[in-house]
Structures are given as C-alpha cells and as structure tokens.
C-alpha cells in the first residue's frame, strides 16, 4: 500500500532557460540516453503535468539544419545540466567530446553529470582530472589536468539493459540523476515520486471505473444501435434484394420477348441482359442463361460495324451520303480463303479478325469507298470498286494500295471477283458491262454486256467461265478466255438478279432474284426466289428455291458444293441442300435489317446486314447448342471408325478398333488426334474381352481371350505391360482404382485378382467367394476395398487381407448390372434392373433398397456419394446415398419411350439425362427443377452421356435403330455464360446498363 507523501514545493524556472537537461552521448548509446530522458520524464511527475523535467535529445528535439553545430550549442546555452553518456563509443565521437568542451568553457564544470556504460573512470586527484590509463571511457577533455575541479558524480548503468525507467534498479539510478537537477535530496524526490505514483493509481482507477460504467452504458446503447441497425439494414437489404430479383425476371423476360420475337429483335442486347440478370440476382438462372445460348446456337459472333442504316425516302444523293457516313453501312463482304479474316466495304474498306471479332488494324484510305469487296485466291491482296467507279488493288497484309486504279466502268461497279488462279480479276456494273482485267498487264479485253446493270458476277472454279446477273432478269454464263457468250440468256427469274455463285465442283450454278417466281403465286407477300442451275446445260435444276420474302440479296455455295447460304431482304439467312432442294434447319434469325452479303467457307458462314451487324454462324449449329463429333484422323489423315470398346469416365479418351479388332486406337477427344495401340508382339494379339480405360485416362487396358491382360500408355500407344493372370476361366470384369495404381480382374473361375500397377505384383491371393461369374468390379475411393457384383450378390474384400467383408450380400432378384462406391467409402451402392440396393461397407449390412415398378432402366451416383440417381421409364428419382430415403419427387425427365442415359456433373450441381426421344436434358440436383428446354441432340437414342471433369462439356455416344451411331457434343453449364459472352464483340456500356438494367443498381459490366 502507498504512503501518502508531502506535498512539495514547485521549483521555480527561470524565463531564460528552456531545458533542464541536455543529453550529450553517441549515436550508438542512443538507447542508454532514451532511458535516461524517459526516467527524468517520469520520476517527480506530478498528475496533470507531461513530464517532470524537460530534457533536450537530439532525436527528439533537433530539426534539420545546415547550421547544425550552432543549434547544438544554442541548446545547450539554455539547459541547466548537461548529462554525458561515457563509453567507449562517446570516447570515438568528435561531437561529444566537442559538446562536453563547449560545456566546460561556457558553464564550468558545475551543472555536470555522467552515466557510465560499458567501461570504467579512475578519478586522479592530484591533476584533477580522469586518469588516461585507467579510464576507458573518459574523453579527451576530460583527462586534461585541471579539467574538472573536483571529482564529478556519476552513475554506472551498464548492466541495466534495455535501461527501462520501470526497472527498479535503473529507476533509482535515474533518481540519483534527477534529485541535483530537482534540486531536492533523493529520499525527498523519491518520497514525491511515489506520493505521484499512489496519486495517479488512484485517479486511474477512479477514471477505469467511471469508464467501464461509460463504456457499459455506451455497450448497451450501441448494442440497441446495433440492433436497430442490423434491422433497419436487414430490411433494406431484403428491399434490395426484392428490387433486384424483380429486375432480373424482367431482364430474363425481356431477352426472351426479342428471342422469341414477341418485340423488336436484338440479339445483342438480349445477351447482355441474360447477362446482366445473373449478376444481380442472388440466385442465378442457369436455365435463363441456356435458353439464350440454344436460341442464339447458330450465331459464333455478333461484330458491331456501325449503326442500322436507313435508305432516305427523299433519293436525295446528298440525304444518301449523309446516312451512310452517319451510320457506316457494309454493302458487300468477302471471307479470306483461310476463313480467319473478313473484309467489309462501304464508305470504307476494313478488315476483321472473323475469330475474335476485332477490327484489324490496317493503313486502308477510307476517302473513297469500297462498294464491292473481294480477297485473291492466295488471301494476300483485295480488290475493291471505289465511289469513282475505279477499281483498287490492295496489299491484305500491309493495308497499302497496289498500283493505280483499274478505270474503264462508267457507273457503280457492284461486284469484283478474283479468278481462282488469281490472274485476273472480273467486275460487274451498273453500266450493264462485266470486264474481265489482266492483273498483269492491268488491261481489259471488251467488255461482256447486258440488257440492263449487272449486279453481280462469279467465275467458275477452273476459271473458264463466268457467271453474271442483273436487272434485265437474266442469268448469262460466258467464256471468259473468249469474251463470248454461253448458249442463250437463262430468263427463269421473274425480276432482278441480285445474286450468282459457281459451285466449287463446278456443276452448279446458283441465283437469287426478288418478286414472284413466274406462274407462283404470292399472297403474303413478294416470295423472292432462288434457282438452282445445273451448269452444262444452263437448265434449272428442279423448283426454285422459296421461302425469303422480298428480295434474295446473296448467295453462296458451301465449299464442299453441298449446301447453299441465301440472304434477304427479309433479315434471314436460309441453308439448302443441293441434292434435295431442301432447306436445311431453321432460318437463321437475328439480322433485323436487309442481309446484304453472306459468305460460306471453313465450317462458317459470314454475314453483314444494314442493321449495323456482321455475324458470323456455325453452319453446323443447325440443330441447337450441340453439334456432332468430327472424328479424328489417324497420322496418316484416313477416318478412325470402328467399334468403341472404352469410353473414359471424363468422356476425353476413346479407345476404338477397326471390324477385326486388329488396329486399336486411342483417341484424345479434346485435341481430336489418335494414337495407335501397339498390338506387336504376338503374345497380346489374342482377341479382346474386356476393355478399361483409368480415371486419369492415362493408361488402358485389355482382357484377352487367352486370359492375359495388356496395358498401354495412352499418350504414346506403347505397351506397359503384359500380365498373365492366372485365371482358370475367361477374364469377365476389368477396373483401375482411383489412382490407377491397382488393377483388379474378375473370372468365370469365381474369382477376383488384384495387381499394383507399379511393381506388377500381384497382391496376395486371390479373392473368393462369389458362386459365379463376377461381372461387375469397383474400388473404394481409397483402393482399400474391392466390391463386385456376381449374378444376384454384393461381394466386398478387404485387398490387402483378401477377406470378404460378410458374406455375398443378397436382396435383389435381377442379375446386378453395376456396383459403385459413395465418394467416402462407406457405403457401396449395387444396381439391377429392378432394384437399387445400399449396404454399409464396413458392416456389410444393407441399409436400403429403393425399388420401382416395373423397374429401373439407369443409375447414376453423385461424384460426392451424397446421393444418386435413377431412371424409371420417363422418369428421373433422387435418393439419398446413405439412408436410401427418395429426396422430392419424380421428375418428368423425357417425352418417348425411356431415359435411356443419365449422369451427374463432378460438381453435384446438375444431372444430366438423354433420352429416346433425341434430347438431352440438364436439372438442378438440389432441388430437382429442370435448367432450361431440352435440347436437341442427335438422330438416336442416347446411350451414354459423360461429363468434362470442369463440367464445360458433355459428350454423348448415341445410337439409331439401325444400329449406327456417333456422337454429339455440347457445352456444359460451366461454360454457358463464357459461350454466351463469346458471341459479343462490345460490352454493356454505362448509359444502356442506366437504361435497361436500372440507374439505382452499380454499373458492372455483364461480360
């Protein structure tokens, strides 16, 4: 307990002194002498005051300043003590033994005090001085005789480290220090200073205490806030949320009225708000995001080339000119042979990178046009038609100009064509000619006439003749070697013809006109017209091609010669198969303006429009979101066909075989290559049985009739290893645990074999028990533990003991057709036609069995092992893998016959089924609510569906009734909004975002 001390008396300061002490030591006692200057702070404080002496230290109360000695002493002269830090760095410093001397010279030796550290003083009282010889600290002024008067007080601090004022011992030598600069004896500075101590303790509880009343009060009062807060902020959070998901349902509902073509069509903008709802909802809309993506399947990419042009109804040139340098309109466009870049002209010539969307940039002059566009055979030069009715050559690569103008047309030059060797160059007028140039000599022969302005004009594919129409409602051909005219006019259109093509075979010819077809009849409207024309004999090749209303503006062979792109007026592009007559698949709908030009090559179709928009299509999209699987070609480039004997569980390796089973290849679904299994040696050309392909789709192996078992590397096709099993009977089941470090066989002997991959021994003895063939093999996740299904019963070991765990574990009254384990281990999960069973694997006691009438046609389990999946004629049910309990209730998965194939994704998000009726289907796992339409997939049943480990693809292999089949693909749900966004060239901006989404919501770019 304190005791109350005295009150002292305040000294008082003199107003010509600033400082009581001044600290003078080396930079390196710069600890030793903030000790010092904190204890002097602290002993004697009085309650109230900040410190109780005021002490000047140079690094807490000298400035920078090029006059530094001079602050120094200027300091100095207004202290009343000067404390010196003696060690052997103080000893080294010229500024200590410098301040020390100023010291002396101004002030004398009183008023001085020392601190020791690291060394030691001897006083010689004979010279009234330090002793030189056994002083190590002493400094130089101070070992002069005569320096000092007498003997000066100091303290030794040097085994007081880290020179804390709260350390009792330093505390007191500190007092020692303190009390002569006090001015008061140390007992009396002490007693004051403990008398200060119990004060401030006291006060400081006094404070804590009224504090923690405060701070209780305050607690309670912020808690009340708080809550108050916390609900005022949770209903305003909820009013958001409710503003937000009532935007999001109206952006979905908007995407899908443009979609649909409930209101004005924009496919642009229905993207960006699918989009858009899914940011601000918090709970987002796979199917929203899937319907737009089915309904936009046909469309690659969406180029944004300027704004919709509007012809003006006055004819004024001026008015002409005017919209068409306003809006930027594409009247023609031509693909490069590569299929990786499109060229547009209009007012200007520019080019297009046709993968990403993205303007290229080129030096092209835009001063005079381009009203007709075309690229060289080679893709290295264009040939453009200017405003001057000229014609330009440029370089496609550089963006400069070849040579001068071709001139000779007196009117618009509608359309330029290379010849295929790219000798010459062909171009149709307004002026009703055709020229036909020598690129070379830059010179035209006479000119090819009409009755009337030629519109367009093509060249056959071995360059021999030309094909042309125009407004005088004729198709001519002619010789372009000879400048003469082909047989007579072919007059089959009942108006102008705007468009003409030489199919790359060479036995077609194709036109597109408007108005009515002579003798066809019209009522909603002008049916614009297409005719195919057989090229030798300039005959049209059976009816016309109908179906655009207005005018038909272009035309396009594929380059395999089989199908035709038309484009219209109308908006639409339309394919036709050459040897039916018939259109292939929908309209493709988007444009909503005059299509003006199309282009067909590399598996895409181009297209520009006076909408402002350049697409470019998929030509194989003609069916929804999915597309067929090209098969790959071997090294040599031959087809890889045959039977599939393997599928990897991720769908991304293949293992096929020619009829003989002789040839094997395993094929790389992602890169589309194929690599051969090498079948050399005569020991693994037994006919195979059985074969597997692992997890990781590293390794593949095969059961042989002679009951051997040979792994192949799968990336280089070379044998691993050759393993004779042992079996008694016929190898029946093959499996690879999760790893693929062990490799498990089963037997028509009634027995299991396991093998480590690694050493290729095998482990322990073989596993027994079954009665039976065992058909059915599966791992546990960990490899610890085999199941098998054998007839009717469950099997499950223990593989490193070889013991079964109980006995064949029975319950169902069909043959087992699968056994799986749960993703921990614990429960394996058996399926038969009738039944699903779930028995607990360490118990080997049955848990549950689901059962259906009539009975259950697939089975899928969850990745995660929390539950699986059934099919039950056009059902789908859910249930829980560990008790067997059903979740919800059946789903409505398909429409015809049966689910014939289900699985889930590896993210237990979504399960996927397909179905007799030739489509696929994608449903929320959790709550069972189906994502979006069913889309439509390939001409058969679909009998095995696997999903891309990162859920951004899903294969199918699907069959007919005529026993032939493929595959199909389409992008899976992790990839839906990156193909969505894929399709665009520009993001929302801020102002649409302001206007379609909402101004109250922050603007975040959709894409």
Excluded at 551 to 569: E, L, N, Q
Excluded at 638 to 650: K, N, S, Y
Excluded at 839 to 866: C, E, H, L
Excluded at 916 to 928: E, M
Aim: glycine letters at 10%; a negative charge.
């Amino acid at each position: 307990m304190c005791a109350q001390a005295p009150e002292l008396q305040a000294r008082e300061q003199e107003s010509s002194v600033d400082f009581d002490a001044f600290i003078s030591y080396a930079h390196g006692d710069r600890p030793v002498a903030a000790g010092i200057q904190k204890g002097l702070h602290r002993i004697g404080r009085r309650v109230g005051r900040l410190h109780a002496l005021r002490v000047f230290r140079d690094a807490t109360d000298l400035t920078a300043s090029p006059d530094l000695w001079g602050k120094v002493t200027d300091a100095m002269d207004r202290a009343r003590y000067l404390i010196v830090v003696l060690s052997p760095r103080s000893v080294a410093s010229h500024w200590v033994n410098k301040e020390v001397t100023h010291w002396l010279q101004e002030r004398g030796p009183d008023q001085l005090l020392f601190v020791v550290t690291d060394g030691h003083l001897k006083w010689d009282e004979t010279t009234g001085r330090f002793d030189p010889d056994r002083s190590d600290v002493a400094l130089p002024v101070l070992t002069e005789p005569g320096a000092l008067t007498t003997e000066p007080f100091y303290v030794d601090v040097t085994d007081d480290a880290p020179w804390d004022p709260r350390a009792p011992l330093f505390r007191e030598k500190v007092t020692d220090l303190a009390a002569p600069i006090h001015g008061k004896p140390k007992y009396e500075l002490a007693s004051d200073d403990v008398r200060e101590q119990c004060r401030f303790r006291r006060l400081r509880r006094a404070a804590v205490a009224g504090l923690v009343l405060l701070t209780v009060l305050a607690l309670a009062a912020a808690a009340i806030a708080f809550d108050r807060q916390q609900e005022a902020e949770s209903q305003r959070n909820e009013a958001v949320r409710q503003r937000n998901e009532a935007i999001a349902l109206r952006l979905v509902s908007d995407a899908e009225s443009m979609l649909a073509g409930a209101r004005a069509r924009d496919d642009v903008r229905a993207i960006q708000e699918t989009m858009a709802a899914q940011q601000i909802s918090l709970t987002p809309n796979p199917g929203a995001v899937l319907r737009t993506l089915d309904a936009l399947a046909s469309t690659e990419k969406i180029i944004r080339t300027g704004s919709p042009y509007f012809i003006p109804t006055t004819g004024n040139l001026d008015d002409l000119k005017r919209a068409a340098e306003t809006s930027r309109p594409v009247f023609s466009m031509a693909l490069s042979p590569d299929g990786h870049r499109i060229a547009t002209g209009g007012i200007e010539l520019r080019v297009w990178d046709a993968d990403s969307g993205e303007q290229v940039d080129l030096p092209f002059r835009t001063d005079r046009g381009a009203l007709a566009v075309a690229y060289s055979p080679d893709g290295h030069r264009i040939a453009t038609s200017d405003v001057d009715n000229s014609i330009q050559l440029w370089d496609a690569d550089t963006g400069t100009p070849i040579g001068d103008p071709l001139t000779g047309h007196t009117n618009d030059v509608r359309s330029v064509v290379f010849s295929p060797d790219g000798r010459r160059l062909a171009s149709a007028s307004t002026d009703t000619t055709i020229r036909v140039w020598d690129l070379e000599t830059r010179l035209s022969g006479a000119p090819l006439t009409h009755d009337g302005a030629v519109l367009d004009v093509a060249f056959s594919p071995d360059g021999h003749r030309l094909v042309s129409g125009s407004d005088d409602k004729a198709v001519r051909v002619w010789d372009a070697d000879k400048g003469e005219l082909v047989g007579e006019p072919m007059r089959q259109h009942g108006n102008h013809v705007w468009s003409v093509a030489f199919s790359g075979d060479g036995r077609h010819i194709v036109s597109g006109s408007e108005g009515v077809v002579p003798g066809a009849g019209a009522p909603s409207g002008l049916t614009a017209s297409i005719i195919l024309w057989d090229a030798e004999t300039r005959n049209p090749v059976g009816e016309p091609l109908a179906g655009h209303e207005g005018i038909v503006t272009s035309v396009a062979f594929s380059p395999d010669s089989h199908r035709i792109v038309s484009g219209g007026s109308d908006g639409g592009l339309r394919l036709w198969e050459v040897e039916t007559g018939r259109q292939i698949g929908p309209t493709l709908l988007g444009h909503t303006g005059y299509v003006m030009s199309v282009a067909y090559g590399h598996g895409r179709i181009a297209s520009t429009s006076f909408d402002g928009t350049m697409r470019v299509w998929r030509d194989d999209r003609q069916v929804g979101v999915g597309h067929s699987w090209t098969e790959p070609t071997t090294p040599s480039g031959a087809p890889v066909d045959g039977p599939m004997l393997a599928m990897a569980p991720d769908g991304r390796r293949m293992v096929r075989a020619d009829a003989s089973r002789e040839t094997l290849w395993a094929l790389d679904l992602d890169e589309g290559s194929a690599v051969s299994l090498q079948r050399q040696s005569a020991e693994h050309r037994s006919p195979l049985v059985v074969a597997e392909i692992s997890r990781d789709g590293s390794r593949i192996a095969f059961a042989l009739e002679d009951r051997s078992i040979v792994v192949f590397d799968a990336d280089s096709g070379g044998v691993v290893r050759v393993v004779a099993t042992g079996f008694e009977g016929a190898i029946s089941s093959l499996t690879f645990s999760a790893d693929a470090r062990l490799i498990a066989a089963g037997s028509e002997d009634k027995s299991v074999r396991v093998w480590d991959v690694v050493s290729w021994r095998t482990l322990g003895v073989p596993l027994t028990g079954p009665a039976g063939t065992v058909s059915h093999l599966a791992f546990g996740p960990d490899g610890r533990r085999l199941a098998a299904g054998e007839g009717k019963s469950v099997w499950i070991w223990d593989v490193e003991s070889a013991r079964p765990i109980g006995g064949p574990l029975q319950g169902h009254d069909w043959d087992i057709t699968s056994v799986v384990f749960g993703a921990d281990g614990h429960r394996v999960i058996s399926y038969s036609g009738d039944s699903v069973a779930v028995w607990d694997a360490d118990t080997a006691r049955q848990v549950a069995q689901p059962r259906a009438a009539p009975s259950f046609d697939r089975f899928a389990i969850s990745p995660n092992g929390k539950f699986f999946v059934v099919a039950e004629g056009l059902d789908l049910r859910r249930f829980d893998a560990l008790t067997g309990e059903p979740i919800g209730s059946p789903m409505r998965a398909h429409t015809s016959v049966m689910v014939s194939s289900i699985t889930v994704t590896n993210d237990g998000r979504f399960i996927v089924s397909g179905g007799a009726d030739q489509t696929l289907r994608f449903w929320d796992a959790t709550t069972g609510e189906p994502v979006g339409e069913p889309l439509k997939g390939p001409d058969g049943w679909i009998i095995e569906i696997h999903v891309a480990p990162d859920s951004r693809t899903v294969r199918a292999v699907w069959l007919d009734l005529n026993n032939s089949g493929g595959m199909h693909v389409w992008p899976g749900p992790a990839s839906w909004e990156d193909e969505l966004c894929s399709k665009l060239t520009e993001d929302m901006s801020r102002e649409q975002w302001s206007k379609w989404v909402s101004d109250k919501i922050e603007y975040d770019p959709p894409c």
